[in-house]
């Protein structure tokens, strides 16, 4: 079976950087379009961003667009997630996840551990 192990989350103040990772294993990396989501307690998993199987196509939120960018390194198997620019209410548990179909990554399968993401004002 796929599984996903996320690293990078961390504790950082307002106007500084993270980079999330998220590995890959048990299929073919490239057969699945990867996202990133997030979530805090009492609220809705929230769609953060979306990478193509290839790289070809990228989406993301409005609120982190020109902030976040998400990649993929497909000899490596590993997908992040290069986040700038922080703001205190990005902070969440990030979770990464692995669909075949880029354009509805919310009915993954697939889907990491989570890593907390704490901005400090």
């Known amino acids: 079976q796929v599984q996903l192990v996320e690293s990078g989350g961390g504790l950082v103040q307002a106007g500084g950087s993270l980079r999330l990772s998220c590995a890959f294993s048990?299929?073919?990396?490239?057969?699945?379009?990867m996202g990133w989501f997030r979530q805090v307690p009492g609220k809705e998993r929230e769609f953060v961003a979306a990478?193509?199987?290839?790289?070809?196509?990228?989406r993301y939120e409005d609120s982190v667009k020109g902030r976040f960018t998400i990649s993929r390194d497909n000899a490596k198997n590993t997908v992040y997630l290069q986040m700038n620019n922080l703001k205190p209410e990005d902070t969440a548990v990030y979770y990464c996840?692995?669909?075949?179909?880029?354009?509805?990554?919310?009915?993954?399968?697939?889907w990491g551990q989570g890593t907390q993401v704490t901005v400090s004002s």
């Open positions: 990478v193509a199987r290839f790289a070809d196509n990228t």
């Open positions: 048990g299929r073919t990396f490239s057969s699945y379009a």
């Open positions: 996840a692995a669909h075949p179909n880029y354009f509805d990554m919310g009915s993954a399968d697939y």
